[in-house]
């Protein structure tokens, strides 16, 4: 009954229990990066100059988990556009579309910005709300445009700008699966991931600007295309799950954070294996069934309102729990740490998530809303009614 009220909404009706998990495993790994980091600011348990061990090694790079979200973007944002044009299924409305990303990301990401700016005047006693541009940017998606840098206002918001670019471009992206040979299609998007890697390599080094936009990201949005095609068309049949694919998983996850070490190799390397990780993912038995487990696939349900204030946690939970464990070798003591805190934030953020996320994930709820606004007004004032989500 817990996890059902905790399970995210579809609009399309349609669960892929592999992307929450996937999910999953993306926001655990930005939890371990900014835990981490608040670690080692607010404790002397890593001494300064002191070699990381393996498990800090993997937390220093776990800030890539916002590329694995970018995938999974592509890939959820593509489906419908793909099945239209592939399998003759019903066409996309532009309409309904953009005003979905409105009714459905909106309402958490201010409510979260003015409760932050509210809780922050609490805190410094300063009772007026400061109107300044890195606010009104924020709101509009622009700071990492503007300011080049990330949001003062909402530091992870950095990378919702860049998911909000990539929404406006949807429909003009996804025109590439009006290529009807799969096999041109296909290469048609391998083209332009690597020559997206090439221009960013060659072009982007010394400028802020682009690489705080979708230019310097673009490469994972269409890898999730390229997973949205397969799952349509080669996935379409039941298809026997191997071992093979979770010898791949067991290989390649360890791989990746080792790989992640090298921004030079990364960048070459990263997209081609979050590839095979997410198809080992879908094709493997063992590594499906545990990315598939329920209480994995509703934390991962929950991972924008988890993403939206996690550190503002930690920060909370942190100044309580740093204190335990500090006798601990390090990786025992991160760990720890990682349980201890990441328990709070399910707990407050699941909260967060069945209060304000998930009512927004239904699709008629500005109808639902104005109806029950209505139950309090008087019929005079009953002018005009909401367009419908």
Not at 99 to 105: A, F, H, K, S, Y
Not at 188 to 198: E, G, I, P, R
Not at 333 to 359: D, N
Request: glycine fraction near 6%; aromatic fraction near 14%; charged fraction near 15%.
């Amino acid at each position: 009954m817990i996890l059902k009220r905790l399970s995210r909404e579809t609009t399309s009706g349609r669960f892929i229990p592999e992307l929450d998990g996937l999910r999953f495993v993306a926001i655990a790994m930005v939890i371990l990066y900014h835990l981490n980091g608040y670690l080692t600011a607010k404790t002397s348990f890593y001494e300064h100059g002191a070699p990381p061990d393996w498990l800090c090694r993997a937390a220093l790079v776990g800030n890539h988990g916002v590329e694995l979200f970018f995938v999974i973007s592509g890939f959820i944002l593509a489906l419908p556009f793909a099945a239209y044009h592939l399998k003759q299924d019903r066409a996309v409305s532009l309409r309904a579309y953009y005003l979905r990303r409105l009714t459905r990301l909106e309402p958490p990401y201010f409510a979260t910005i003015f409760l932050l700016m509210l809780l922050g005047a609490v805190m410094t006693r300063t009772l007026t709300l400061p109107l300044n541009g890195h606010l009104l940017a924020s709101l509009f998606y622009m700071h990492n445009l503007v300011y080049a840098a990330p949001s003062t206002v909402l530091g992870v918001a950095w990378s919702l700008e860049i998911e909000v670019q990539f929404y406006v471009l949807v429909p003009i992206l996804t025109l590439v699966f009006t290529i009807s040979d799969s096999r041109v299609r296909r290469a048609v998007l391998v083209t332009a991931m690597v020559s997206f890697l090439v221009l960013q390599a060659i072009f982007l080094g010394g400028y802020s600007h682009p690489r705080l936009s979708i230019l310097n990201y673009l490469q994972f949005f269409l890898l999730g295309f390229l997973l949205a095609d397969l799952f349509l068309t080669e996935w379409a049949a039941p298809q026997k799950r191997t071992y093979l694919w979770d010898c791949v998983s067991i290989a390649g996850w360890p791989l990746l954070f080792f790989t992640l070490q090298f921004p030079t190799l990364a960048h070459w390397v990263f997209p081609a294996l979050l590839f095979v990780l997410y198809v080992a993912v879908f094709r493997g038995i063992v590594s499906n069934r545990l990315i598939s487990i329920p209480w994995v696939t509703a934390v991962g349900g929950m991972c924008y309102s988890i993403y939206l204030i996690h550190y503002e946690v930690i920060s909370a939970v942190g100044r309580v729990t740093k204190r335990i464990g500090q006798q601990l070798p390090n990786p025992a003591y991160l760990a720890l740490q990682f349980v201890l805190v990441g328990t709070a934030i399910v707990l407050v953020c699941g909260a967060y998530f069945v209060l304000l996320e998930k009512p927004c994930m239904r699709r008629d709820w500005p109808k639902r809303a104005w109806g029950w606004i209505c139950e309090y007004l008087p019929a005079r004032e009953r002018k005009t009614r909401p367009v419908e989500a």
